[in-house]
C-alpha cells in the first residue's frame, strides 16, 4: 500500500488549506481502515488532525473541529483534508496516513507536504 499528499503548499492567512492524498494498492472502503491527517509544525511534534473511517465516519480532533473538514471520493480512491481561515501557526509538514484496526495504530504514510502561510 502507498499513500501520496499533495496539495497547495503557499497560503495567506485566513484562505482555506486543501490537500489531498491518494492511496494505492487497497480500496479505501476496505475494513477496518482509518485514513488519517496527521502535521508537524517546525521544531514540534506530530499532531494528529483528523481521520475518515472505511465506512466515511469522520473523526476529528477537538482543538482542529472548528476548522477542519475530511471527505474521499471512493471512485478516486483519495481522501482530502480542509482546513479553514489558516493562520502561521498552520504551517507545517501535512501527512496522510492509514491506520490498521483502529486509529492510531499506523501503517502506511506518505512522505508529507509542506504547507507555508505567509501574507
Known amino acids: 500500500v502507498q499513500l501520496q499528499e499533495w496539495g497547495h503548499g503557499l497560503l495567506k492567512p485566513s484562505q482555506t488549506l486543501s490537500l489531498t492524498c491518494a492511496v494505492y494498492?487497497?480500496?479505501?472502503?476496505?475494513?477496518?481502515?482509518?485514513y488519517s491527517w496527521i502535521r508537524q509544525p517546525p521544531g514540534k511534534g506530530l499532531e494528529w488532525m483528523g481521520a475518515?473511517?472505511?465506512?466515511?465516519?469522520?473523526y476529528y480532533s477537538p482543538s482542529l473541529k472548528s476548522r477542519t473538514s475530511i471527505s474521499r471520493d471512493t471512485s478516486k480512491n483519495q481522501f482530502t483534508l480542509q482546513l479553514s481561515a489558516v493562520t502561521p501557526e498552520d504551517a507545517a509538514r501535512y501527512y496522510c496516513?492509514?491506520?490498521?484496526?483502529?486509529?492510531?495504530?499506523?501503517?502506511?504514510g506518505g512522505q508529507g507536504t509542506q504547507v507555508t502561510v505567509s501574507s
Open positions: 494498492g487497497d480500496p479505501i472502503t476496505a475494513s477496518v481502515y482509518y
Open positions: 475518515i473511517a472505511y465506512s466515511g465516519n469522520t
Open positions: 496516513e492509514r491506520d490498521g484496526g483502529r486509529l492510531g495504530r499506523a501503517e502506511y
